[in-house]
């Protein structure tokens, strides 16, 4: 008898039966489990599996960090459950009054954290007869983040509690994955990749493909002068503190530069003044210029170009010394006259993939500004029809875009009314991105993580999917390829590192049980 022959609750006709979906479903329906499989290999099939199994015993509550994931996971449940009312519960949809009443009903519950938090807080909810709590993207579940709260609530509350938690992306500090085993309790890790036998027979094939730029020698000349001046700032900035008479102006990290200034402010709030002020104007005065050079280098000379439109509108004495500096005028004119070699591979490539046939293509970039210059200069290709996609939040006077216009872009490029998204990071996690044939990544990113997350927009469902990934020599994208390649390799080996030590832990449990078992029998 097959799986689905045994749940009553699952609609035959809209899942499937795969092996590497069964064999993690039954390794984790009798304990509280952590499971780790790439994007678009169907975590949340799995999850309705359990949920399915455990409706039996109580109502299930899923969360996910994001309402419009929310929306994503509310959806498919109805579509795979049958006989069972599942319900979205946001702050939108009910008020505080309305949604206690919510609570009070039987099914399936899918909410965000904070909402369930806010709840639990405020005497709404009472989660003693929940049978199952799903924790989404389960990563975040670190520091003080609403699913520690959940958590502890319900493992208090529940009579019989079992959680489970889902991730694409564990991270690769071992530390951090531990604490999100212990918020949520976590018994059992189920880890499959590519490489696993029960997944290989279901996924595309992924073609995925580095390619080195060479800098332009006009380049490299304006890249010089910004080191020179950041040189300058770093020498003077030496003056106020020892923290950076060791760095140097052509490999120094914004890390390193932030932390100086996180120092100078923690002086500051602790009453010392004086010397602090022009310290911390000069940290600024080298963060800027150091984001100048790797806005050249890194995402081209257009999105510099925005960038010194802001500095220019910057009132800041950090700011103004660096537009009062000789060789500005002539650095911002020769980044006019500067190609852009990334830009130029990015239209080759995107019109090459449209001609294949490709009817839907992402590309990433980190920065807003290096979106609008690929959505306006891809937009002038007849074949290419590219739009943007970013967060909500407001950067330099302009607006985002509102969870509702993300919602209709995304189903427009569904629809096809377009061919290229052109996406910050909000495309990479709590977003149901459509399935591409293309993904393209602007620049590399210096984690693992967020690789994966890019990496998982295409090759889903057994189709070929292909991921570009552009670096330009010399630039901090070089350092950002190989972190994020070693990060990769790390975060497997730490997820199985922490499945052995539970394994050792439950191991140990049941020997001292069974020890205590045979003295109980003599005693």
Known sequence: MGLLETLDFVDRDVVEEREYQ?????????????????????????????????????PVLMMSPTKPLCEQHQGFLEKMLVDTDVFLVTGELYSPREREDVWSEKGVFIATPQTVGNDLENNRLNLTEYSLLVFDEAHRAVGDYAYRTVADRYCSQATTPQT?????????????????????????????GEWSDDVQPYIGEMDIDWIEIEKPLEMSLVEQALTDILGDYL?????????????????????????????????????RSGYIYQGLSYVASCIKTSHMKDLLTSQGPQSLQRYIKQLEDDDSKAAERICRRKEYPKIKKAIKN???????????????EIKKGSKRIIIFAEYRNTVETLVETLNKNPEIKAR???????SHGKTGMTQQQQKNRLNRFREGEFNVLVSTRIGEEGIDIPQTSLVLFYEPVPSAVRLIQRKGRTARDGSFGKVIILIMKGSQDEAYYWKSKKDQKKMYKIAYQLKNELNNHNQTKKQQTKKQSQLDRYT
Do not use: W
Request: proline share 3%; net charge positive; with cysteine.
């Open 22 to 58: 069964v064999n993690i479903y039954r390794e984790c329906k009798d304990q509280n489990s952590l499971i780790i499989l790439p994007t678009g290999l169907g975590k949340t099939v799995i999850a309705g599996f359990l949920v399915a199994e455990r409706l039996q015993e109580g």
């Open 164 to 192: 489970l938690g889902l991730t694409a992306s564990p991270g690769s500090d071992i530390d951090r994955l531990r604490e999100v085993s212990e918020v949520l309790r976590i018994e059992n890790v189920s880890i499959r």
């Open 235 to 271: 020498d003077r900035l030496g003056q106020y503190t020892k923290q950076v008479r060791h760095m140097k102006p052509d490999n120094v990290s914004k890390k390193a530069l932030l932390e100086v200034q996180s120092r100078f402010q923690k002086q500051l709030s602790q009453g």
């Open 338 to 352: 500067i190609e852009n070699p990334k830009l130029d591979k990015t239209i080759e490539t995107t019109k090459k």
């Open 388 to 394: 943007k996609f970013i967060g909500q939040a407001e």
